[in-house]
């Protein structure tokens, strides 16, 4: 009859035994699965349309009808979703001590000025109501010349996000995107946001559309605009540290913003994010916003290249002498400069500073020009260091390459094994699970509290100091005291065994370099080398994976961004002898 | 007005279809990759992780694996690890997280999922000392319901951990509900899964039917108990033997199986039932080459005081397969009574391929035999069959078997041995000369003799006691060897 076809039809939700959707009535009344015979609690409550009354199929319907409504949850855009997203990731960086400027100036205004150029609200035309009547308010938003003002403008009286739900969404945004009924029930069927599947289908040239790594451009934008003592390193490390919201923080939205189907390919992510992608988006971000020249770095500000070298020479426990060092061969390469520095993404061609890798590269070319590293010199050296430190038990110490390998490689392996075994355990799955769609909802919720109780159960079995809890958030990873007598500090010793005195200045007593790249590609290719690690010294390997993992970079990274900074200080060498390419002899 | 309402719901579930072609894509490939995988894996049946993680990263065109999977798969290794170091707390940390593969967007892992989860969780709780009978019941339970297509497997792996803690009645429960479990349409592989789980049960029931059996024979049969006692061992014998059967016509090992079935169909005067199971097992080529198949069967008809040409073929399928088994002395001896030439010379192979396997070296019965039978074979002229089964051995059975370190210590830990070895060894290493002289079988005897003295002079050299040594093989030599009282000139 007509009556069961509809109560087969309702039941569509999948097995979640087998995650079929065939079902079949039991002698009971009880809907089973015809794939795997697993009985549900669900029963078909009318057994014989001709002799039970309708109000029984009329409490069914009802029953359906509601249950419809409170799941479908509120109406909501992808747009306000990556804002809220935003919005907990300024929280937790003034958390961390930005300054508030951050979250309600800054960032705010960037984001705006994205929803402008991308054409989803402070627009005439917002994409949404394509063949409608334009409804964004015109009366707030005034001119968009920003090019022409350093100072980003503060047009907006309302302070970025202040609290309750009415923030969760601009107000703005939310009048300028509300459409017509007609259109969600389509479109939402597919997603639980009103347009995830047009978003994910939208392809226009030139547009940056927002995804998940993107917010990390935007947060570490604003840093850059703010001139925070925060580098990209830092923040990434941050986030792979949980104290930024970034994996599952859609799990943190209002209950009743539902999210599935294309949501979770837009909201879902299952990797942490990677410095190069964040760097490129950064620039993409910043030249899709046509964003001014950025404040200046001048010699003042932490991510100066003479303050970020103190702050990793301190990290890696290198003497504090091999600062004027570094700071030299920063003056040398015009690379404490501002110009250099300063970001300016309307500039010929936008790039922005990779600060903390050039500050590491910066340290290696130091320690190559003092030690070498061709696996042998830094040893001698070393040799001498310690029958001088023997006999001179008094003196400040002569800092010794040997003892100082031996501690970081300690270190730095018992680090990195943390590291590791902490990776093996994230966990990586919301509260809140991403399902495709409504059928495969039971099953997820179920997939997911199987999950939950077997980790309970697993819990039980494991010792009950739990794995330290959460680390506070820091931007130094190693600690060194000179109390602590188990791990040598450095920082107080002397570069006097491999320096000597000429005249006024100091040179180095070794007098030979090696670079770490003889030939650059002549075309604008970004690979500026290959990195291939048996080809060099096991010293400078080691320092690049010392400093690598620091910054949680890829070794060829920093070897490229060491090229780099060697084709500045190099430069005449370059030139002149481009064709001799082995090991080249220096002075200074 | 109601027809609408379902309308969403109908449009969703095509719209799965399109909205699903991520997944697709997603799992398209990934089979690929596990083909080529397991490709590697079986290869040469060795294991390159570098190679597979190469193999990898080709397949999915250079682009990096999402940090879930890279951090899942490490999980995977260090849980791994701890398992192999016995280190059962931090398995049980790395587990926790592990936990997560069962939500993996990947569907293809996904579905691989609750097996390996099964199986690394199974092992942890077995010898975690935290976990208890109840904590594995807990986790079997989820782990059934979660992998649906692993319920049969770790129903029964349940039941076999139940009957390891000695839990009869529960591991029994588990085995019936399993048989018991419908899903879906009955595939080949689930068959053979039901046929053992029912299996495992009647090996349970036989375990009862012969705890019943042994109380039985205490049992007087006037006993006012007896006849009870007896209908119940009945009745457990006639459900077994339907559990059992089905499994048992199955090619495949199923020595616990066969064996509580045929001492059940023994028990009752089967004889005939018994046999055609037997020899079924043993001879079926559909099935394994199982020498125990062949070795219940030699047991089977050495209890029905078979014909001796039926035990010798038998043996003779076993001497194939396991030439240094213990029932070869036996095989020998069956050999050596039969009244056929071949099979005389096929009991001289037996004994030199005994005693061609290091396990056997020490066998004091074998050595008498062969020292015994080499004996009899040169006599009986048959010089020929010493030569052959000599030529293939005199390379190695000297340094295998003679050197003097084994007959320092032969002498040191059992002199019975080493005088026999050295009777061997002075025949396998005389001349062969002497073996010629067909028609003066005194000679060969005085001359083989000889020379086992004098190896046993040579073993007794460096042991100290020069002297006593050599006089004491002497008197054995006199005693034990000499039936025919053939006395061996001592040098002076």
Known sequence: ?588 | MSRAASLPVIYSAQSVIGMSDFSEELKGPVTDDEQVETSVLSGAGMHFPWLQTYIETVAIGGKRKKDFAQTTSACLSFIQEALLKHQWQQAAEYMHSYFQTLEDSDSYKRQAAPEIIWKLGSEILFYHPKSNVETFNTFADRMKNIGIMNYLKISLQHALYLLHHGMLEDAKRKLSEAETWRHGEKTSSREILINLIQAYKGLLQYYTWSKKKRELSKLDKDDYAYSAVAQDVFNHSWKTSVNISALIKIPGVWDPFVKSYVEMLEFYGDRDGAQEVLTNYAYDEKFPSNPNAHIYLYNFLKRQKAPRSKLISVLKILYQIVPSHKLMLEFHTLLRKSEKEEHHKLGLEVLFGVLDFAGCTKNITAWKYLAKYVKKTLMGNHLVWVQEEWKSRKNWWPSFHFSYFWAKSDWKEDTALACEKAFVAGLLLGKESSWRSKNRPQTIMADSFFLAWMAICMYSLGTGDRLEIPLACLEMLRTSKLDGGWAPVPLE
């Open chain 1, 1 to 588: 009859s007509v009556l069961e076809e509809f109560q087969m039809e309702e039941f569509k939700e999948r097995c979640t035994q087998c995650e079929a959707v065939s079902w079949g009535l039991t002698d009971e009344g009880k809907y089973y699965c015809t794939s795997c015979h697993n009985v549900t609690e669900r029963s078909k409550e009318v057994i014989n349309s001709d002799i039970i009354p309708n109000a029984q199929i009329k409490a069914l319907n009802r029953g359906l009808k509601r249950k419809n409504n409170s799941e479908k949850g509120w109406d909501w855009y992808v747009c306000e979703g990556f804002q809220h997203i935003l919005y907990q990731q300024a929280e937790a960086l003034k958390n961390l001590g930005v300054g508030p400027e951050l979250k309600n100036d800054v960032l705010h205004n960037f984001w705006k000025r994205y929803l402008q150029k991308s054409k989803q609200a402070y627009c005439k035309n917002p994409v949404y109501t394509t063949g409608r009547k334009p409804t964004v308010l015109e009366d707030n938003l005034s001119h968009s010349d920003w090019a022409s003002e350093p100072e980003l403008p503060s047009d907006v009286n309302s302070p970025f996000l202040e609290s309750g739900m009415e923030s969760q969404s601009d107000v703005h945004t939310r009048k300028s995107l509300r459409i017509s009924k007609a259109l969600q029930s389509e479109t939402s069927v597919c997603s639980g946001s009103l347009d995830g599947v047009e978003y994910s289908q939208r392809k226009e040239k030139g547009l940056v559309k927002m995804t998940v790594p993107q917010t990390l451009a935007f947060c570490y934008l604003s840093l850059l605009w703010q001139r925070e003592a925060i580098t990209l390193s830092d923040l990434l490390r941050f986030v792979e540290e949980d104290h930024i919201p970034y994996i599952n923080a859609f799990q943190h939205f209002p209950e009743q913003m539902k999210l599935y189907g294309r949501d979770r390919g837009i909201f879902g992510t299952e990797s942490w994010p990677n410095y190069d992608d964040i760097y490129k988006k950064t620039i993409e971000v910043a030249t899709f916003l046509d964003l001014p020249r950025f404040p200046d770095i001048t010699e003042d500000c932490y991510l100066h290249p003479n303050i970020l070298c103190m702050k990793y020479l301190m990290e890696v426990n290198l003497p504090d002498e091999m600062h004027s060092l570094t700071c030299h061969v920063v003056k040398m390469t015009g690379m404490g400069e501002a110009d250099f520095l300063t970001f300016d993404p309307i500039a010929k061609v936008a790039k922005t500073v990779k600060y903390d890798v050039q500050a590491v590269a910066v340290i290696v070319v130091v320690l190559k020009l003092l030690f070498l590293l061709d696996d042998n010199l830094e040893w001698s050296l070393s040799n001498l260091a310690e029958k001088h430190n023997e006999k001179n038990k008094k003196d400040k110490p002569w800092f010794n390459f040997r003892k100082w390998y031996q501690i970081m490689k300690k270190a730095f392996d018992e680090k990195k094994q943390n590291w590791e075994e902490a990776r093996a355990k994230y966990l990586w799955k919301s509260e809140k699970p991403l399902y495709y769609s409504y059928v495969d909802k039971p099953v997820a919720y179920k997939k997911r509290e199987m999950v939950v109780n077997l980790q309970k159960q697993f819990s039980t079995l494991v010792d009950s100091t739990p794995t330290a809890g959460k680390k506070s958030p820091s931007s130094f990873q190693f600690n060194w005291t000179e109390e602590d007598t188990e791990r040598t500090c450095f920082h107080g010793h002397s570069l006097q065994g491999v320096l000597k005195e000429k005249g006024q200045s100091l040179l180095t007593k070794n007098s030979l370099y090696w670079l770490s790249t003889q030939k650059f590609c002549r075309c604008y290719c970004t690979h500026v080398t290959t990195y291939e690690e048996s080809n060099y010294s096991l010293s400078y390997q080691f320092i690049l994976n010392l400093f690598s993992f620091l910054l949680r970079i890829k070794a060829s990274l920093l070897h490229e961004e060491v090229s780099l900074v060697e084709k500045e200080l190099f430069k005449k060498k370059y030139s002149v002898t481009k064709k001799k390419s082995k090991s080249k002899k220096r002075r200074r």
